[in-house]
């Protein structure tokens, strides 16, 4: 391969807000590292959800896969933020399950309900402990091991592309920087790191969604009006300038008897900016020690309570998405536009935060609930890039469509229904633009997975 193809692409970081840069083509650099390379068919960036389902069914479908995840665990926004609920799964009118596949097998798995379920008892079940949930990825991964190598405490870091194809992902970790060389890569990263560092067309919002932390409290008494006492806690706590911003908040009795589990804090922020993401997480955990303290001031049934912990990492809601193949809006959300290359489907509200207080409440208008609807292949297949697919809240929506499709399960299902794209991909020697969705549809089908229509 001549030299002048390679071009290699790393991400740099400012040291004061608004100077994190992610070089564009134009400001190629050749690379004159002699870093060590691993050698897959599949790659997957980012084991949060999307990611997790997507190493899973890579493995599963025969690619020698491997799986980079920042975090010592893997599971996303239910281990590393600590979010417990399986949202998307199921209709809110019926709880009819609407996504199966590894979706209902972790669900299942966590003792929520049998495997051959068709419904659940509420429509985004929860599950009672994700430290357990760490396990069982673990477990599910490790029993992969012939076809998946799992590395936690990486990052990608960087691309080398050969004209518009992925030469190799540059993966940071203890041993330094590696060369990760696979013939498809998977972008579960979140934020579209990896397609934006590619090339590939993205869109981001002038105003995105707040991040949230979420965090427990412990040895907490059950008392009247508790929800309602809360809340004119928050506002008396913002009245006093403690508290800056927050929503509902929700306080609630998830885990234990006397334990609550908190999602309240709200705050503004670019998290693909490394120096807005240091500012947010810092914020976040003086809002909720800001909340606990006046709760425990102010509260019946707080008077003995302690902090037990928040998550490792903040919740992001939306930062880059990719502008694809095809770019699902919210009209055809709404509609329950049918698409034949249909690979998913979605169930959730157009849920969109915004950045002030709602006192009650997540959202600042009425909830628009749509049918159970089509997520199309195209929207996983970024453009100018000849061997990514994107999984998870960044791929190709607009930006009130991505909105209900970036909660846990239905990213689980677009993880899934991406890896069978590739792993087809690379049976075929092919790329996964040239791979028909229909033929992904089908394959997912065999799967008991892929949209509820297809279920048998």
């Known amino acids: 391969m001549p030299t002048s193809t390679r071009r290699t692409f790393l991400q740099t970081a400012g040291l004061v807000a608004g ?58 926004i239910i281990t590393a933020v600590g979010l417990p609920y399986f949202d998307g799964i199921a209709d809110i009118k019926d709880n ?183 500012r947010a997480e810092m914020q976040g955990r003086s809002d909720a020690w800001a909340m606990y303290e006046a709760w425990k001031r102010d ?4 008077e003995n309570s302690y902090f037990i912990t928040s998550g490792p990492f903040i919740g992001v809601r939306e930062t880059r998405r990719i502008v694809g193949q095809h770019v699902l809006a919210e009209d055809e959300i709404m509609a329950t536009k049918a698409f034949d290359d249909a690979i998913a489907t979605g169930c959730w509200y157009l849920d969109m935060h915004p950045n002030k207080i709602t006192t009650g409440a997540a959202n600042a208008v009425p909830k628009q609930q749509p049918a159970p609807y089509d997520i199309p292949y195209r929207s996983l297949l970024p453009k100018n890039v000849e061997n990514l697919l994107v999984a998870g809240r960044c791929h190709s929506t607009t930006r009130l469509a991505q909105s209900p499709p970036r909660v846990t399960v239905t990213a689980m299902a677009l993880g899934e229904a991406a890896a069978v794209a590739a792993a087809l991909a690379v049976q075929g020697g092919t790329s996964p633009l040239k791979v028909d969705g229909r033929e992904v549809r089908k394959k997912l089908r065999t799967q008991n997975a892929g949209p509820v229509q297809d279920f048998a």
């Open 19 to 76: 100077a994190a840069v992610i070089p564009r083509p134009s400001s190629a650099v050749e690379s004159r590292m002699d870093w060590p390379a691993i050698e897959a068919d599949v790659l997957v960036c980012g084991g949060g959800c999307a990611g997790l389902s997507a190493a899973l069914s890579a493995a599963r479908n025969g690619a020698k896969t491997v799986l980079i995840e920042r975090a010592g665990f893997a599971g996303g």
């Open 299 to 302: 509260v019946p049934g707080f």
């Open 96 to 278: 009819r399950i609407v996504v199966r596949g590894i979706g209902l097998e972790l669900l299942a798995k966590s003792g929520v309900c049998e495997a051959t379920a068709t419904h659940v008892k509420v429509h985004n079940p929860t599950i009672r402990n994700v430290e357990a949930f760490k396990i069982l990825a673990d477990r599910l991964l490790t029993a992969e091991k012939e076809n998946l190598r799992v590395l936690y405490h990486s990052s990608a870091c960087g691309v080398e592309m050969d004209d518009q194809r992925i030469a190799s992902v540059l993966v940071a970790n203890k041993a330094g920087i590696t060369r990760v060389r696979a013939k498809q890569v998977i972008d579960c990263t979140g934020d579209a790191d990896v397609a934006a560092w590619a090339g590939a067309p993205t869109d981001k919002g002038a105003e995105l969604q707040p991040l949230t932390l979420h965090f427990r409290i412990g040895n907490v008494k059950k008392a009247p009006d508790m929800s309602k006492n809360c809340r004119v806690a928050l506002e008396k706590a913002h009245e006093r300038g403690e508290l800056p911003m927050y929503y509902g908040p929700g306080v609630m009795f998830m885990f234990a008897d006397d334990e609550i589990y908190v999602h309240g804090v709200r705050v503004p922020a670019d998290a693909s900016d490394p120096v807005e993401l240091t």
